[in-house]
């Protein structure tokens, strides 16, 4: 609890701190954490959280732990705690057999880069959508995805299992994910002249802006007008900017405005001499979607 009131500075919202502890303690996403502590003296001096994840790669699925919400207090910075707890925290997962971190760093890479992560591409993709800037190639229709969840998984699995890496989702993956965002929209794909989905989108809208947490299209040839639908539809329905995290594919750089990520940045650690890494990982971490940010 102490933890998660020191993080309210970097990571708080407009609940009271009192109110934001209490919703960490009883989060769906954060559950899904081992979080550890450094103490000074009694006192929390750093904190972090350490996920499972599993990671597709070279033909094999691959244990590893995903770091989120490194911090330390203004007090006791600067003394090196922050790093001497990451590297506990690697020992406990090495022990248990992990062969991959994974971060989203929010501070400058070249601090986990010593550590042996690798930056790889990251990118924002934002549009505003206009009615009659964008053809309608297609239609996407809602679905509830506990009621959908096993063509919900095997789709992702179909539109990720061409990149030379990618997060596996397992049923308790897929619990977690829509147990942690009850309140977004989640649609079918349905190409025109097609009979039935080869695609999918989450959304997350708000008054502002539409975000995309995680989407997939199984035939890479539909992306554009994958792409070109969700702007039209969007416009058509009176939303505003839409967008997020979307790799730079010819087709979306086509759609959107594509940026590079100066915070949440995706950085990959191989921690073992026997885990693969190939420089295709760094250009595909780039279809990692904000679904599976931790």
Same mark, same amino acid.
């Given at each position: 609890?102490?933890? =998660?009131?020191?993080?309210?500075?970097?990571?708080?919202?407009?609940?009271?701190?009192?109110?934001?502890?209490?919703?960490?303690?009883?989060?769906? @996403?954060?559950?899904?954490?081992?979080?550890?502590?450094?103490? /000074?003296? +009694?006192?929390?001096?750093?904190?972090?959280?350490?996920?499972? #994840?599993?990671?597709?790669?070279?033909?094999?699925?691959?244990?590893?732990?995903?770091?989120?919400?490194?911090?330390?207090?203004? %007090?006791?910075?600067?003394?090196?705690?922050?790093?001497?707890?990451?590297?506990?925290?690697? @020992? @406990? @997962?090495?022990?248990?057999?992990?062969? =991959?971190?994974?971060?989203?760093? $929010? #501070?400058?890479?070249?601090?986990?880069?010593?550590?042996?992560?690798?930056?790889?591409?990251?990118?924002?993709?934002?549009?505003?959508?206009?009615?009659?800037?964008?053809?309608? +190639?297609?239609?996407?229709?809602?679905?509830?995805?506990?009621?959908?969840?096993?063509?919900?998984?095997?789709?992702?699995?179909?539109?990720?299992?061409?990149?030379?890496?990618?997060?596996?989702?397992?049923?308790?993956? &897929? $619990?977690?994910?829509?147990?942690?965002?009850?309140?977004? %929209?989640?649609?079918?794909? #349905?190409?025109?002249?097609?009979?039935?989905?080869?695609?999918?989108?989450?959304?997350?809208?708000?008054?502002?802006?539409?975000?995309?947490?995680?989407?997939?299209?199984?035939?890479?040839?539909?992306?554009?007008?994958?792409? %070109?639908?969700?702007?039209?539809?969007?416009?058509?329905?009176?939303?505003?900017? /839409?967008?997020?995290?979307?790799?730079?594919?010819?087709?979306?750089?086509?759609? =959107?405005?594509?940026?590079?990520?100066?915070?949440?940045?995706?950085?990959?650690?191989?921690?073992?001499?026997?885990?693969?890494?190939?420089?295709?990982?760094?250009?595909?971490?780039? &279809?990692?979607?904000?679904?599976?940010?931790?």
């Amino acid at each position: 609890a102490v933890a =998660f009131g020191n993080v309210y500075e970097c990571w708080g919202d407009e609940r009271s701190v009192e109110e934001y502890v209490a919703w960490r303690l009883q989060s769906v @996403q954060h559950a899904r954490a081992t979080w550890w502590v450094g103490c /000074i003296d +009694g006192t929390v001096a750093t904190s972090l959280g350490a996920y499972p #994840i599993v990671l597709k790669a070279a033909g094999a699925s691959w244990p590893g732990y995903a770091i989120g919400a490194v911090h330390t207090p203004p %007090e006791f910075r600067r003394n090196g705690y922050a790093r001497t707890l990451l590297d506990t925290v690697e @020992q @406990q @997962q090495l022990a248990a057999g992990t062969q =991959f971190g994974l971060i989203y760093s $929010d #501070i400058k890479p070249e601090y986990y880069a010593a550590t042996g992560y690798r930056l790889c591409d990251s990118h924002y993709a934002w549009a505003v959508p206009r009615v009659g800037d964008q053809p309608i +190639g297609g239609r996407f229709e809602r679905f509830h995805p506990d009621e959908s969840a096993a063509e919900l998984a095997e789709m992702y699995v179909a539109a990720q299992s061409s990149r030379s890496i990618w997060i596996e989702r397992d049923t308790v993956y &897929w $619990d977690w994910v829509r147990g942690r965002y009850p309140e977004h %929209e989640w649609y079918w794909w #349905i190409a025109a002249g097609a009979e039935g989905p080869t695609g999918y989108i989450q959304l997350k809208p708000s008054d502002t802006e539409t975000r995309v947490f995680d989407w997939g299209v199984v035939h890479s040839g539909e992306e554009r007008a994958f792409w %070109e639908t969700l702007l039209g539809w969007s416009a058509e329905l009176g939303r505003a900017r /839409i967008g997020g995290w979307l790799p730079k594919s010819e087709a979306i750089a086509g759609c =959107f405005e594509v940026t590079g990520r100066s915070i949440e940045m995706t950085m990959i650690c191989p921690l073992t001499s026997t885990a693969p890494w190939d420089d295709a990982y760094s250009r595909d971490v780039a &279809w990692f979607t904000e679904c599976d940010h931790i």
